[in-house]
């Protein structure tokens, strides 16, 4: 049993998703979800305990060997991740299923959990997958239904952001697959590992140029980089909140963990950082990402878009702290992905919860929510301070390592700029307390009451996540900073 | 029962909690009963370092007990208890809350073993703080408050970075002597300064102070600039810019104080002047006038807290606070007079009263180290100190002309507060070795011999002199209704100004080229006109799909081009 775990982590899900359509029953739908969710994240936590004693694991899908066959490869890398995605899809789950009640028409429930799931089930495989085309393929089933999926959003708005998405997205994941083709083409192989030995000796080539620009452009629109981030404010607005919950935490995150995993482990770090000027690139989109996005979220009065655009400034932190090619740099993108998953999370179950009791999540109507819903609030609160970085919340972990990871190579002005723009996100922070805590509530809205206990659960559990990881950081500082070496000085 | 290691921080917030559940006699007594008990605990704890944790790769010292944090502790507590029982009358739950963090985060401060855990408190001071200026809940207040809270973050968020050069180059966050001689050195120099109210950066003082409510501003007084002297004898010592910019402290805003109206201001001023010889005595750093500087700050707490609630007690009666309009209430309000006068004779150094004993130990240890300018300029300030926080501040709101206001003595609470603080400062003042026994070092110092005495007294009269004679010959500065520029005229009214006439120019001669662009372009759109959809698409918010992937054309083609040139 423990053997199959690899494939376990991907195939649960993945059968999961047409029984859910045979059980048809929403609240039973919804059930049976959660349970596969909850299997998936004991798988991960299993696979992560594998790793983090006795090393990468390896399983060659339907015992075909490694070059030839379809190989999944579990590092630390990717069982961090692993784990990111599947505590963070539990626990959304949990709330769903009252969610989608508010906003979803009732025929398409059991529909949202096929998606729901096959969209989990892509980016499982994405992460654990070994084999670059078959990366592809789970991109596409995540993507796919992800399109579908915010395509539900009872805004009609959702139906065309969706379709934005979808248009960005197939170019991007064309991108991806011109670039693994030419790879193909000069190596003659798929498998990363196998890629990775054969890639120097052709390195010099413009064919190789091509392919990894390509494949980096498409990740850096898979993940929102500025200025390829037009995509992403609408959908994560007009989809419905749960959905957007669990994008915010986890889609870009799998973006990125495959830009390190093709830049790092496939081509390798020499060829990506020293044949090809990804470092000054990186570090100057990603800042100007922060300041841009942020500056952005500042004029917002959908909340739903103050933090779409806010995450699109984290994903900056994240890229800065990539683009250093340095271990304490690429530990602080992974705390990030793991502190930032757990920020937005919290923060857009919260919303999650306003929409079902308020209906919208216009600025103008957090009027008056502190005194109403004082717990959702609250919530809202703490991860807006560890947004901003707060030192006793995740936020300011990460941040603490990417401003060390700056002065360690001397880029002070840098870091100057990265504590300066963290005041952007006080002020967009301050601008929500403000109105909910200091402003009376609109005359023609109905007071509220609090969120029910379905929600209240999830979003504390990650809100003392949140605080609790900014205090004792030996678990997410020990795994991010082995994985980050493990990646520096092995490669796959 | 008692927990020897329990930080005392710890029991101001959870009564803070507890205060937000209580009502009435209840709250009152539980107020009034956290500094109390916290400072019987603390009267037990020993020296010696408690307490640590690792966080990251650090060690952090939340709660580090030594002689110096101590002597601050023990005025904390004792300025907490008094400013609790001057705000007993309050039904106010956001002030009381926010007096109780505010203290609390105070003395987490004062414990703070690590750059960390003192920012985090630096952050929290600033932020419990401002609901005591919000409190009073105008709309000049509010104003003020944002103010203030932007400047305290910003001295909070250099702390931090200094703390990271400092991480970065010791390998180590403890907060101990940190010196000049590094870029973290100086960061958080600024940080300290900021709070410190040194030259330039002191105006968040005089904007807020004033603003604050009748009792927000006796806890203001009490820990905000304290906090920042304590931080700066722990790093700084021995600094010598400290005895110059120490020395501008206590000179220049003598002058502002001279002519301000409104009195609360003026005792901002003098806070400013008082914090001054404190920061003289840290940049002079012998044994002696660290000494002085910390007994000053002691000393500071409680007359300087006496003077604010005189005043805050006259504001709360009369509702009026400018010295223009008030004045003989000396009739009618018998208690606070009297008191006033000790909190004005302590401020003046008057010997017998507790400014006197701690504020010659600095002068003295001037002298010692050969800084002859400076002692002529602590000299100077302390005439003007006595002038303007001894004479003008008792003579305008009770005696000089009858106002015909009537009002009567505070209640009871405030009395007593005001008494206890008045004790203290007479008690001190009799008896400083109690004081002395407390401080750092042991010199052996004694304020009672003639030379001190008789310098002081003499100048003492002089100063009096002065003003009688000045106010008998109407030379002295009347009090105005009027608005006194200060150096935050500058970022409050020229620097906008000056770019409100510096962008009309700017208007003008864009309006003049737009006049003549929009023509062209009118042609040119009529021209474009069959295709104007396309356009206003192009300029409208939400970005067509097309737009998207012209971008990631874009990008990928100057992506290409940089790696082919390489």
Redesign the interface.
């Known amino acids: 049993m423990t053997a199959h775990l690899p494939i376990l982590q991907v195939i649960i899900p993945l059968m999961a998703a047409p029984i859910c359509l045979i059980l048809k029953r929403a609240k039973l739908v919804w059930l049976f979800s959660l349970i596969v969710s909850v299997l998936a994240f004991s798988v991960s936590v299993l696979l992560l305990q594998q790793v983090m004693t006795s090393g990468v694991i390896s399983y060659e899908l339907g015992g075909w060997q490694a070059p030839w066959g379809i190989e999944y490869r579990i590092d630390k890398l990717n069982a961090f991740v692993l784990l990111i995605i599947t505590s963070i899809s539990t626990l959304v789950l949990i709330a769903a299923q009252a969610s989608i009640e508010k906003e979803i028409p009732k025929d398409k429930h059991t529909l949202f959990y096929v998606l729901f799931l096959l969209s989990l089930t892509g980016m499982l495989g994405i992460v654990a997958t070994g084999d670059a085309f078959n990366v592809f393929v789970f991109l596409e089933i995540s993507s796919l239904s992800a399109y579908a999926l915010i395509a539900l959003g009872k805004n009609r708005r959702a139906l065309w952001a969706s ?2 998405y979808l ?2 997205g197939t ?2 994941a064309t ?1 991806i697959l011109i670039g693994i083709g030419l790879m193909y083409q000069m190596t003659g192989t798929l498998n990363m590992q196998d890629l990775s030995q054969r890639l120097p000796e052709v390195a010099a080539t ?1 064919t190789v ?2 392919a ?3 494949v ?2 498409g990740l ?2 898979k993940l929102a980089l500025f ?2 981030h ?2 992403l404010p ?1 959908a994560y607005a007009f989809a419905p909140s749960i959905v957007t919950a669990f994008f915010a935490a986890t889609a870009t995150k799998v973006a990125i963990y495959l830009l390190i995993r093709f830049t790092f482990s496939v081509f390798g770090l020499s060829f990506s950082f020293t ?3 990804l470092q000054t ?1 990186f570090m100057a989109l990603g800042l100007i990402g922060i300041f841009v996005a942020s500056s952005t979220a500042i004029y917002q009065n959908n909340i739903k878009h103050v933090f779409a655009y806010s995450s699109i400034s984290q994903i900056g932190y994240m890229i800065i702290g990539f683009s250093l090619s340095s271990v304490t740099g690429l530990t602080s993108t992974l705390l990030h992905l793991f502190n930032h998953a757990l920020m937005k999370s919290a923060i857009f179950l919260a919303l999650a919860a306003i929409m079902f009791r308020v209906g919208n999540v216009q600025l103008d109507n957090f009027r008056g929510l502190g005194r109403q819903m004082p717990l959702t609030m609250a919530a809202i609160v703490v991860g807006g301070l560890s947004l901003i970085g ?3 919340t995740v936020g300011f ?1 990460s941040k ?2 990417l ?2 990871a700056l ?2 190579q001397g880029w002070w002005p840098i ?2 700029l990265v ?1 300066l723009a ?2 952007l996100a ?1 002020v967009y922070v301050w601008r929500i307390v403000e109105v909910a805590y200091f402003k009376e509530p609109l005359p023609d809205r109905a007071p509220v009451k609090e969120a029910p206990l379905i929600f209240l659960v999830p979003i504390w559990i990650l809100v003392i996540a949140n605080v609790y990881f900014g ?1 004792d ?1 030996r678990f997410s ?1 020990q795994v991010a900073e082995s994985a980050a070496q493990s990646l520096f000085g092995v490669s796959l | 029962m008692w927990i020897i290691d329990l930080p005392p921080f710890v029991p101001f917030f959870i009564g803070a909690l507890i205060l937000l559940f209580t009502r009435g006699i209840l709250r009152s007594a539980i107020m009034v009963a956290i500094p109390i008990v916290s400072a019987i605990h603390l009267w037990m704890v020993p020296e010696g370092v408690y307490l640590q944790f690792a966080f990251l790769e650090y060690q952090l010292t939340p709660y580090r007990v030594d002689k110096l944090s101590l002597l601050f502790a023990y005025v904390f507590h004792i300025a907490a208890l008094i400013g609790i029982i001057f705000s007993l009358h309050l039904r106010d739950t956001l002030q009381q809350v926010a007096a109780m963090l505010y203290s609390g985060s105070a003395l987490g401060a004062v414990f703070a073993g690590d750059l960390l855990t003192l920012f985090i408190f630096w952050e929290l001071l600033a932020v419990t703080s401002v609901f005591l200026i919000l409190a009073r809940r105008t709309q000049r207040a509010y104003d003020a408050a944002m103010r203030y809270l932007i400047i305290q973050v910003l001295s909070g968020v250099i702390l931090l970075a200094g703390a990271l050069f400092y991480a970065s180059e010791h390998n180590s966050l403890a907060f101990g002597y940190i010196g000049l001689d590094s870029i973290a050195g100086w960061l958080i120099f600024i940080a300290f300064g900021i709070k410190c109210a040194f030259p330039f950066a002191h105006n968040w003082l005089t904007d807020a102070y004033p603003e604050a409510t009748v009792t927000g501003t006796v806890f203001l007084s009490a820990f905000t600039t304290k906090i920042a002297v304590y931080a700066l004898a722990r790093a700084y010592p021995g600094a010598e810019i400290l005895v110059y910019i120490g020395a501008a402290m206590t000179c220049f805003p003598i002058f502002f104080a001279v002519i301000e109206n409104d009195l609360r201001r003026v005792l901002a001023y003098s806070l400013i002047n008082q914090v001054g010889f404190m920061v003289v005595g840290i940049g002079i750093g012998t044994a002696l006038a660290i000494n002085g500087a910390i007994a000053h700050a002691f000393n500071d707490v409680i007359f300087k807290g006496l003077l604010f609630m005189s005043m805050g007690a006259v504001l709360h009666m009369t509702g009026r606070i400018n010295g223009s309009d008030l004045g003989g209430l000396y009739k009618t309000m018998p208690k606070t007079t009297i008191l006033c006068i000790v909190g004005a004779a302590s401020i003046s150094a008057f010997p017998l009263l507790s400014g006197f004993v701690s504020k010659s130990m600095v002068m003295s240890a001037a002298l010692e180290e050969g800084f002859d300018w400076i002692w002529l300029m602590l000299l100077f300030a302390s005439a003007g100190v006595f002038h303007h926080a001894g004479i003008k501040i008792p003579y305008f709101a009770f005696f000089a002309h009858d106002s015909g206001i009537r009002a009567s003595d505070p209640p009871n609470n405030m009395v007593l507060a005001m008494a206890i603080a008045a004790a203290l400062c007479i008690a001190i003042g009799i008896y400083p070795q109690a004081l002395y026994s407390l401080l750092p070092y042991d010199t052996g110092y004694n304020p009672y011999d003639a030379t001190h005495v008789l310098a002081q007294a003499q100048l003492l009269f002089f100063s009096a002199l002065a003003f009688v004679w000045l106010n008998l010959k109407g030379l002295y500065p009347p009090e105005l209704r009027s608005t006194v520029l200060d150096v935050d005229w500058l970022y409050r009214r020229a620097v906008p100004s000056g770019l409100q006439k510096v962008f009309r120019v700017i208007w003008q001669a864009d309006r003049a080229l737009r006049d003549a662009f929009t023509l062209k372009l009118d042609i040119c759109l009529r021209y474009f006109s069959g295709k104007s959809d396309r356009l206003s698409a192009l300029l409208s918010q939400n970005h067509p799909s097309g737009s998207m992937a012209m971008w990631v054309a874009v990008v990928l083609a100057s992506f290409l081009f940089l790696s082919f040139i390489q």
């Open positions: 379709y934005q248009i960005m170019i991007g991108f413009r140029f091509v990894f620009a390509f980096t452009v850096c629109l200025p390829l037009l995509w609408n044949t090809i000027p690139v707060v030192p006793l972990v603490w390592y401003l060390t002065l360690e870091a100057a504590l963290s005041i006080v205090i950081t500082v």
